[in-house]
């Protein structure tokens, strides 16, 4: 256990998302999603995992050190529900519940459809698997810069 970061984070995804720079994506991912196909086609290369948490409580803790580029465009993607995009399913309210608190104002996701989903996924930096069995479980995030203090 390291002070001050959430235990959810292992020591794979910290590195990579340390190494991610301005405007590098990453994927949130449900375990129904092709994870192991996809990760392969992406800059890492392979799969990273945070096991047995939902993907809400897998974003809270990439959320804790990651910024997202909400200041410039919105930068948290959900895979729309094939047929019902503008609807959001549960799964996709509890995320939008941790930007917005990591962010500390609304910072509403923007829509995939879930082919459109799969191909974004592969010019991803990594994506992350979680435990969440729920379906749309799936997420791509934009990292943002942090500024240098004054």
Known sequence: MLKNLDPALNADV????????????????????????????????????????????????????????????????????MGEPNTIPPIQSEVQAEIDAAEGNSSPMYGIERFAFYEKAKQAYCVITTGETRFYGCFILTKGVIPPKE
């Open 14 to 81: 910290l590195h990579a998302l340390r190494s991610m720079g301005h405007g590098d994506t990453l994927v949130i991912a449900d375990t129904n999603f092709p994870s192991d196909s996809i990760a392969r086609q992406t800059i890492l290369g392979r799969g990273l995992r945070i096991d047995n948490v939902t993907a809400a409580r897998a974003m809270k803790a990439i959320l804790s050190v990651f910024p997202l580029d909400t200041p410039l465009q919105p930068s948290v993607g959900r895979m729309e529900i």
